[in-house]
């Protein structure tokens, strides 16, 4: 899913299908956030009202960062996402050479 920066104002008010369907990813999918600035407060304020109704039915998640600072790999982990320190691009490039190796 691609959300842009309207859509964290929208999307529960005015796209409850859409709303529904993030919730439902959260709960059963194990999410990697890619190019999300995790200390965004739009970004924060969505995640928020997602794991507000999942509760502890939220799964594990990943989020690929650069520049994370302690305090924020610490708020996220009680949130049940995994920071992982790597650029974008590079992430990507040897998530791409393991599947290969393993196929």
């Known amino acids: 899913i691609v959300v842009t ?3 964290y104002y929208d999307v529960f008010a005015r796209l409850p299908s859409t709303a529904n369907l993030v ?3 959260i709960a059963t999918k194990t999410l990697l956030f890619l190019g999300y600035g995790l200390a965004d407060d739009d970004f ?7 794991e507000r109704h ?7 998640a990943y989020a690929v960062q650069l520049n994370s600072t302690p305090l ?9 996402v995994e920071v992982i320190t790597a ?3 590079a992430f ?3 998530l791409i050479s393991a599947m290969s190796v393993t196929s």
Do not use: I, P
């Open 87 to 89: 650029d974008a691009t």
């Open 72 to 80: 924020a790999v610490k708020y996220w982990q009680q949130k049940n």
């Open 23 to 25: 919730r439902s990813f």
């Open 5 to 7: 920066g309207d859509d």
């Open 54 to 60: 999942l509760g502890r039915h939220k799964r594990r």
């Open 92 to 94: 990507l490039e040897a």
């Open 44 to 50: 924060k304020r969505m995640y928020h009202e997602v």
